[in-house]
């Protein structure tokens, strides 16, 4: 069965300090990947997918960047934090490119920016 | 573009009770949708879809939604209401074709009174 893995679970960071955030998927071959924020408790922000290694679209400009070094594995970065960076962060999975497939989401990490 | 609504921020409903939690959808074409629930401080989970066909899909846990193409609804139910189903509900819709992303509406709570 597959699985998705994201870590840390939380993260309190300085404004200004950098960011990495990694998310894994065990189980399954050429997902598609999505990184997701959450403020509030709420509505859901894409920040990024990806349908394959190196290959990573932008949704929204923004002080984050986003990486897929290999299959399964995609990063979440910034070189320096704000505090409006603060939020739930979920990365999530979806076999193929066929718009019916539900997505499934990590645990996500929660990060502080102080 | 797309866009999905959750007209109500929190449904209140008695343990036993049926429970209703509204989603309306605006899509060019036939939509997706989909159904997730997301338990405080974790990821969310997928419920149910709807692709084509019959028009009330049922999921994960007892819960069933109703696909109203003249309405532009899609309604989650479910007939006898638990404390353990008390979460945050996201619809969300997809247009076909091609990669589209998904969009999520902003969440209803869905709070179980024993």
């Known amino acids: 069965s597959q699985t998705i893995h994201q870590w840390p679970a939380t993260l309190v960071q300085p404004v200004g300090s950098p960011l990495s955030l990694e998310c894994t998927v065990e189980g399954t071959s050429n997902p598609n990947l999505y990184w997701y924020r959450q403020a509030a408790g709420r509505g859901l922000q894409l920040l990024f997918y990806s349908v394959g290694i190196g290959q990573i679209s932008s949704e929204v400009p923004q002080n984050l960047s986003a990486s897929r070094p290999q299959d399964r594995q995609f990063i979440l970065s910034s070189k320096k934090l704000l505090l409006s960076d603060s939020g739930f962060y979920l990365c999530?999975?979806?076999?193929?490119?066929?718009?019916?497939?539900?997505?499934?989401f990590g645990p996500g990490t929660r990060l502080t920016v102080l | 573009a797309q866009s999905v609504a959750q007209p109500e921020d929190q449904v209140n409903v008695a343990e036993g009770n049926p429970l209703t939690v509204k989603c309306t959808y605006s899509v060019s074409g036939n939509p997706y949708l989909f159904w997730y629930v997301q338990y405080p401080n974790r990821g969310l989970q997928f419920l149910l879809k709807?692709?084509?066909?019959?028009?009330l899909v049922k999921g994960s846990y007892g819960f069933e939604a109703e696909f109203n193409k003249s309405q532009t609804s899609f309604h989650l139910k479910k007939p006898s209401a638990l404390v353990s189903d008390s979460a945050l509900y996201f619809c969300a819709v997809k247009q076909p074709g091609g990669y589209q992303k998904v969009t999520f509406g902003t969440g209803t709570k869905l709070q179980v009174i024993p």
């Open positions: 709807y692709i084509t066909g019959d028009n």
């Open positions: 999530a999975w979806s076999l193929g490119l066929a718009s019916y497939n539900e997505q499934f």
